[in-house]
C-alpha cells in the first residue's frame, strides 16, 4: 500500500462502487504531494494503466487529483482552522485522506457530503489508521457543516497562491490583472492540439475527431489550433494515432508561426522536448528543409523520436546535445535557432498546478542565470541573417523581459519587430515592438513569453 512505499494504484482493487476511484486518488495525491512527484506525469501513468476503468470513473480520478493539488492551501488552511491537530502534523495518509475529502466538499456538488464522509472513514480503516477513523469523521462533518461560513484572510489563501507569486505579479501588472489571472488557473482547462496540415486537411482532422465522440471548437485566434473535449482518453484518437494532431498550446504554438520558416531552412532547436514546437516548424515546412531537435538526455530525445514517427515528418532529426555545451559543428550553420528555454512555467499552472509549490524565489534567480549561459553557447548557430526565437512558458519578468534585454545587450542581433505578426484577434496588448507577454485570463491561452531576434551580417 501506498504507506509503505509502492507506487501509485499498485493497491488491490475491489468491485465498481466499492471506492477504487478513491483508492486510486489517495496513491496518486501520496505520490504528489508526500513524495514529490510531478502531477502531470504521475496522473497521466495512472489513468494509462486503470485505462480499463469506466469513462466516468477515470474523469472523477482526475477531477479529485487535479482539484486537491489547485486547491491545496485553501484546503489546508480550512483544515488547520477545524482541526486542533494541524495539517502539518498528521500521519501522511491521513492528510491526504482529509485533503482530498475537501476539496470534495467544496467543489463536487454532485457528490453528498454524507458520502465524502463516509467513504473517507473507509479509506482510513482500509489503510490500517482504524484508531484515526473518529478524528476524520469529525473534522469532515465539522467543515460540511460550516463549509458555506469559510472566509479567505488574503489573495494567497483565495486563490490557493504563494504569497511571493502574488506579490510578484501585483507589483508587475497590478492586482486586477494577477486577479484575473489566479481566476484563470482554477478554472477547467480544455485540451488544445495543433493541426499538422501536411498529414490531412482541417476537414478530415474534424471529422476524425467528431466521428469518435469528441467535442470540437475552434481557438478563434489560429486556424490551426482546436480546442477538444469529451473525448474518452487521448492515445485512442484516430487522428492522434495518425499524426493530424499535435497536443499543443494555442500559445506554444506562437512560436512556429513567428519563426516563420522558409523552404529549404535549416532549424535547431535547442531544447526541444517533447517536441511540438519542431514538428509545427517541420510541418510548416512542407517536406524540405531539416529541423533538429536537441535535448539533455537520450529518455527527452526517445519522447521526441515517438512524437516524429507517429506524426511520419521525413524532415526532422534528434540529438542528444547538452545546450550548455557548445557544438562546434553548428556554428553559423541554423537559418533558425529555436531556444524555448528552462523556466519556473508559472504561466502554466493551469495544467500543472504543483509548480506553484515547487518553485522558489531563489529558483527564479538561478533559472533566469541558466537561461542566459544557455542564449551565449546558442546564439553561436545562428547565420548572418539568421534568427533566434527566444521563448519561456513563464510569467515573471527577470526569466523573460529582462533576459530578452540582456540579450541584445550582449550579442550581435537586433529585435524583430513583432506587431501584427500574431493577427487582429489578438489582443494588441500582448504585443510590444520587442517581444510578446501573453497572460492567462487575459488572453485566450496559457502564459508565455516570445522575442525574436535577428542576426546582424557582415561582423
Known sequence: MAGNGERPGSIPLGPKGMGRDREIALDILLEILERGGYSHIILRQALTKYQYLDKSERAFISRVVEGTVEYLLQIDYIIDSISNTKVKKMKPVVRTILRMSVYQLLYMDRVPDSAVCNEAVKLAVKRKFTGLKGFVNGVLRNISRNKEGFTWPDDSVRYSMPAWIVSMWEKAYGRETAIIMMESFLKNKKMTVRCNFAKASKEEILQSLRNQGAEVSESGISEAVLCIEKYDYLEGLE???????????????????????????????????????????ADKLKGTGMVE????????????????????????????????????DSIEKADIVIADLPCSGLG?????????????????????????????????????????????????RKENEENAQWFLDHFPFDCINLKGKLGEKLDSAAVKQEYIQLLPGIHPCDGFFIAAFQKRQGL
Open 239 to 281: 487522428a492522434f494515432q495518425k499524426g493530424y494532431i499535435q497536443v499543443q498550446d494555442l500559445s506554444s504554438s506562437l512560436v512556429g508561426e513567428i519563426a516563420d520558416p522558409k523552404k529549404g531552412d535549416y532549424v535547431i532547436d535547442v531544447c526541444g522536448a517533447p517536441g511540438g514546437k519542431s514538428i509545427h516548424i
Open 348 to 396: 502554466i499552472i493551469g495544467r500543472k498546478p504543483d509548480i506553484k509549490y515547487r518553485m522558489t524565489p531563489e529558483d527564479l534567480e538561478s533559472l533566469a542565470v541558466l537561461q542566459q549561459e544557455i542564449l551565449s553557447v546558442v546564439q553561436a548557430y545562428v547565420k548572418p541573417g539568421g534568427r533566434l526565437i527566444f521563448s519561456t512558458c513563464t510569467i515573471n
Open 293 to 328: 531537435v536537441r535535448d539533455l538526455t537520450l529518455r527527452k530525445i526517445t519522447m521526441v523520436q515517438e512524437n516524429i514517427e507517429r506524426c511520419g515528418f521525413l524532415n526532422m532529426r534528434t540529438k542528444v546535445q547538452d545546450a550548455l555545451v557548445l557544438d562546434p
